[in-house]
């Protein structure tokens, strides 16, 4: 079965820095990838998706993900925190059977 | 606006009590799912459903029952069984078969606790 994995359950970024998440996954066929947000008592947010074709995704907010093969990992960065990109982060994968899995979330945490 | 709408935001059960919680879209989505969340464990599975009068178990489905007479409702009740019903609760939708390409969209979320 498909898995993701999130390093980190925690990251603190100063606001202006590089923001990297990282996202692992698990699958014998090429996966689907997803990148969510979700900020306090509120639903998830796609932030980007990676399907097919180019292996560099642009998402909204000013993310991205590559999605390396090589090294199984679909890996979200930001080169600018801002205070708003303050929330929890989710990676998922397609499950196979139309449903999805995810990571078990990142805290990104921004200071001024 | 198209969307999907969850209801109560915030829930209180007593326990032995069963409650139902709701989610209702109007995207014209074939597919519904039903997540729980609990801090640290990211989401679960609990049920989903592909087309209407038809869904399946997830992998925490213990305790919980759902039905889908409309394709636009799935609501979710948490029985007496379940042994830790406090958590936050998601619904999602997707067009049939194509959470791979498109994911989900997601509900605000109903907050539930016990006391």
């Known amino acids: 079965a498909q898995s993701v994995t999130q390093l980190g359950s925690h990251v603190s970024v100063s606001e202006g820095a590089l923001v990297l998440l990282r996202c692992n996954y698990s699958?014998?066929?090429?996966?689907?990838l997803f990148w969510y947000v979700q900020y306090p008592n509120q639903g998830l947010q796609l932030l980007l998706k990676?399907?097919?074709?180019?292996?560099l995704v642009k998402g909204i907010n000013g993310f991205e993900a590559e999605f390396k093969k090589s090294e199984t990992s679909f890996h979200l960065t930001k080169p600018s925190a801002h205070m708003s990109d303050a929330a929890e982060y989710f990676c998922?994968?397609?499950?196979?059977?139309?449903?999805?899995?995810f990571g078990k979330g990142t805290m990104l945490l921004v200071s001024p | 606006d198209g969307g999907i709408t969850q209801s109560p935001k915030y829930l209180f059960r007593k326990e032995g009590q069963n409650v139902t919680l709701s989610c209702e879209q109007n995207?014209?989505?074939?597919?519904m799912y039903w997540y729980r969340q609990d801090p640290g464990q990211g989401l679960r599975l609990i049920y989903y459903?592909?087309?209407?009068?038809?869904?399946q178990k997830g992998d925490i489905a213990e305790g919980y029952s759902v039905s889908r007479e409309k394709k636009e409702s799935f609501p979710l009740t948490v029985t007496s069984a379940q042994k830790n019903p406090t958590a936050f609760y998601l619904c999602?939708?997707?067009?049939?078969?194509?959470?791979?390409?498109?994911?989900?969209?997601f509900g605000s979320g109903t907050r539930l606790t016990v006391v």
């Open positions: 990676y399907t097919t074709g180019a292996t």
């Open positions: 459903s592909q087309i209407v009068n038809d869904f």
């Open positions: 999602a939708s997707s067009a049939r078969g194509s959470s791979g390409d498109y994911g989900y969209t």
């Open positions: 699958s014998s066929v090429p996966p689907y």
């Open positions: 998922a994968t397609d499950s196979g059977n139309s449903t999805l899995t």
């Open positions: 995207l014209n989505h074939d597919a």
